[in-house]
């Protein structure tokens, strides 16, 4: 799988948009992008994935560029309960449920 | 409908014991995965099943082994238990095999955190 890179931490004030980069250039034509978040002492949740269109859903919006090569994840009107560690997941489509984790961002959004 | 369920939530055991863990899948999901958790090391996966057989390993030693019941509920067990197995040990499911072409997301339960002393 493509390794993806990411910024470790972020900040967001509450009420703003809260915009995650993720690069992921060597990225494959079958592989999506998805996206995890993970609050202290839970399990990932699962966000949104997407493989070159642009894709929104009740929780965020993911934004691919043309190449590929980045993505944004939008969290459009953040709050206190968004602060968690987000990661960026390339996975290659029917290859199973092996994902490999980065060190991801840590999101903290203030009040 | 239930997410995926693991139990126990939280285990204290001694180096040299085993230990069993259980995780049930979101009803209708067939595939299920195990990651481990450390701060050292991230999330890394263990395995993966499907249809009770096993269709994905991770790089771990074969202290570590799993299975899957005929109703997609999944136990993965450690032996020899070693200070370094304390990690909070995951259990992923989602509704395609392994094999399948359709990605479908994978779902997490909150863990199990297991402490070796």
């Given at each position: ?111 | 409908?239930?997410?995926v369920?693991q ?16 995780c ?8 299920v995965s195990w ?39 999944s ?14 040990y995951l259990c992923a499911s ?14 997490f339960g909150?863990g ?6």
């Amino acid at each position: 799988d493509a390794k993806t890179t990411q910024p470790p931490s972020m900040d967001c004030a509450e009420g703003r948009a809260a915009n995650l980069p993720c690069n992921h250039s060597t990225i494959s034509g079958n592989e999506y992008v998805y996206w995890y978040r993970q609050i202290h002492s839970q399990g990932p949740q699962y966000i949104i994935h997407g493989l070159k269109n642009n894709e929104t859903n009740e929780m965020a919006s993911l934004i691919i560029t043309e190449d590929r090569k980045s993505s944004t994840l939008i969290l459009p009107h953040a709050t206190l309960r968004d602060t968690a560690v987000y990661y960026c997941i390339v996975r290659v489509v029917g290859a199973g449920n092996m994902l490999t984790f980065g060190g991801g961002t840590r999101l903290m959004v203030k009040p | 409908k239930a997410g995926v369920t693991q139990t126990p939530r939280y285990l204290i055991k001694t180096r040299g014991q085993q230990v069993t863990l259980s995780c049930s899948p979101i009803s209708g999901h067939r595939s299920v995965s195990w990651y481990q958790q450390t701060p050292g090391q991230g999330l890394q996966f263990l395995f993966e099943y499907f249809s009770e057989t096993q269709r994905n390993k991770g790089n771990f030693p074969g202290r570590f082994s799993g299975r899957q019941f005929s109703n997609s509920r999944s136990e993965m067990n450690v032996s020899t238990l070693e200070l370094g197995d304390s990690a909070l040990y995951l259990c992923a499911s989602s509704l395609a095999a392994a094999a399948s072409s359709y990605n479908s997301p994978l779902h997490f339960g909150n863990g199990t955190r297991l402490t070796v002393t």
